[in-house]
C-alpha cells in the first residue's frame, strides 16, 4: 500500500539553525500538508499547499517556515532560525481529493 | 481555540467489552468526521470516517454514531482487543483539500 515517506526521522539541532523536514507524499495525490505535534499535546495544524501554492497556513506557521514543492515529488518544510519551542513531532500528510488524509511516521526534531 | 473537544484523556477497557469514545465540536461548517488511531512514535492512522449527511457509519468492529444536533459523535470499538490501545482522535473538516481540526486524543487501554 502506497504511503507518505518522512526523512529524517529524528533531527537534533541547535538553537538558530535552519533546518528541513522532508516529505515525499503519495505519488498521486493532490493537497499536502504539515502538522506538528508537541509532547503530549493535540496534533495542530500548520500549512496545507495545493497547486503549488500555499492554501491555508495557521498562526504558528510564521515568517521563519516556509514550504517547497521542488521537484514534483518531494514536499519540504523549511525552519529558517529554530527555536526551542519549535521542538516536536512533526508530521507530513497527503490526500487525492478527500478529506480523508494520510500521515506520514514523523520526523521529530529537537532544538537544544 | 478548541473546535474539537476529546474530554476524556484516557479509557480503561477489559478485552472483549465495549470501548466508546466520545468527541465534541462546536464549528457547524464541518461536515466530515473522522477517527485516527496513534501508536507512539508513529503516525495517524485513519480508522474510519462520517459524512453529515449520515448518522452512523460501521466497518467491522468499528462503528461511528454522529449527532449533528448535539454536535457530539462517538466511536464504539466492539468487542475491544489488546492490540487497540493507542491513542485515538477526532477530526473534522469543513471538505476536502482543508485542513483537519483535532481533537486532543483519548489514551484507550483494553486490558487482557
Known amino acids: 500500500e502506497p504511503e507518505v515517506t518522512q526523512t529524517p526521522s529524528h533531527q537534533v539541532t541547535q538553537m538558530g539553525q535552519e533546518v528541513i523536514l522532508r516529505c515525499v507524499p503519495i505519488s498521486n495525490h493532490l493537497y499536502f500538508y504539515w502538522y506538528r505535534q508537541i509532547l503530549g499535546q493535540k496534533v495542530e495544524f500548520l500549512v496545507s499547499?495545493?497547486?503549488?501554492?500555499?492554501?491555508?497556513k495557521s498562526e504558528i506557521f510564521d515568517d521563519q517556515f516556509s514550504v517547497e514543492r521542488p521537484d514534483g515529488s518531494n514536499f519540504t518544510l523549511k525552519i529558517r532560525s529554530t527555536k526551542l519551542e519549535d521542538s516536536a513531532m512533526y508530521f507530513c500528510?497527503?490526500?487525492?481529493?478527500?478529506?480523508?488524509?494520510?500521515f506520514g511516521s514523523g520526523t521529530q526534531l529537537s532544538v537544544l | 481555540d478548541q473546535q474539537v473537544k476529546q474530554n476524556s484523556p484516557s479509557l480503561s477497557v477489559q478485552e472483549g467489552r465495549i470501548s466508546i469514545l466520545n468527541c465534541d465540536y462546536t464549528n457547524s461548517m464541518f461536515d466530515y468526521f473522522l477517527w485516527y488511531k496513534k501508536y507512539p512514535a508513529e503516525g495517524p492512522t485513519f480508522l474510519i470516517s462520517?459524512?453529515?449527511?449520515?448518522d452512523k457509519n460501521e466497518d467491522g468492529r468499528f462503528t461511528v454514531f454522529l449527532n449533528k444536533s448535539a454536535k457530539h459523535l462517538s466511536l464504539h470499538i466492539v468487542p475491544s482487543q489488546p492490540g487497540d490501545s493507542a491513542v485515538y482522535f477526532c477530526?473534522?473538516?469543513?471538505?476536502?483539500?482543508?485542513?483537519?481540526?483535532f481533537g486532543a486524543g483519548t489514551i484507550l487501554r483494553v486490558k487482557s
Open positions: 500528510a497527503s490526500t487525492v481529493q478527500s478529506e480523508k488524509l494520510f
Open positions: 499547499f495545493y497547486n503549488n501554492e500555499i492554501s491555508e
Open positions: 477530526a473534522a473538516s469543513g471538505g476536502y483539500g482543508n485542513k483537519l481540526v
Open positions: 462520517i459524512s453529515s449527511i449520515k
